[in-house]
């Protein structure tokens, strides 16, 4: 069984983001890159199946610029077999969800693959919608915000993290999966893998090509720092705290 990882390469969360001057996007030079840190969880997921004979291949895929091929040889590093990058045009420079869900669900039928392991989301976007459209696109059953994933003779179990707890759910294959926090500790890739990454080759191939053409469904009309929030104040009782919420009239 072959399993398909969708990565996405992201500016280092750690670092503070800055709108552009003219408010069209985020300042982003200067800023490390780096996989998806829900991405990586999926990648080990997919690499600890393979290691466990439940798997034959782990093909890591990426949906974006000519940049991105730097997260795909992380993904070759950590122990992935091959990676394709579906190339996209430069405007806008990062595709919506829905073209990166047509791409990977037209990648799924050429490749074979059985079950898709994906971050529930990335770091930048936070959208949490590739996932889910492209098990709408394939018609198979999905998982999201898996914490647990084990497979099975004919399917997989999984633990989900809801709302109210933990869900566990049986569901057939193909299937798509997106991971949580707690599924693991992704591996680091080691000084030799890493150049050994370097040799290997990242497949190219277009959204034309996949008979895929991007329909831009969003508009970013500005980008904005948050206001900044005023200084906390500390009080010395409940009798100075309830005080101070009167006078701001936040009590009834």
Not at 84 to 99: F, G, I, Q, S
Not at 131 to 153: H, I, K, S, Y
Not at 190 to 208: D, M, Q, W, Y
Request: charged share 20%; with cysteine.
């Amino acid at each position: 069984m072959n399993i398909l990882v969708p990565v996405k390469t992201v500016a280092d969360p750690a670092h503070p983001a800055r709108p552009l001057a003219d408010g069209s996007g985020v300042d982003l030079d200067g800023i490390g890159h780096g996989l998806n840190p829900f991405d990586e969880i999926a990648l080990e997921a997919a690499l600890q199946l393979r290691e466990a004979g439940q798997a034959t291949g782990v093909l890591a895929v990426s949906v974006g610029p000519p940049s991105w091929g730097d997260g795909l040889r992380t993904a070759l590093a950590m122990g992935a077999d091959r990676a394709l990058r579906v190339a996209t045009p430069p405007h806008p420079a990062v595709p919506d969800p829905l073209t990166v869900a047509r791409a990977l669900a037209a990648v799924v039928r050429r490749e074979g693959s059985r079950l898709v392991i994906a971050g529930k989301q990335s770091v930048d976007g936070e959208h949490g919608q590739t996932g889910p459209m492209l098990a709408g696109l394939l018609d198979w059953p999905q998982a999201t915000n898996v914490a647990r994933l084990t497979l099975t003779a004919d399917g997989l179990e999984v633990t989900r993290e809801v709302d109210g707890g933990l869900e566990c759910l049986a569901l057939p294959r193909p299937a798509v999966v997106t991971t949580e926090l707690r599924l693991n500790r992704p591996r680091y890739a080691s000084l030799p893998n890493i150049l050994k990454a370097r040799r290997k080759p990242v497949e190219e191939i277009t959204l034309e090509a996949l008979g895929v053409i991007p329909t831009p469904g969003r508009e970013i009309l500005g980008v904005t720092a948050p206001p900044m929030r005023p200084p906390g104040l500390r009080v010395a009782s409940v009798a100075e705290l309830l005080h101070h919420l009167e006078q701001r009239g936040l009590l009834p």
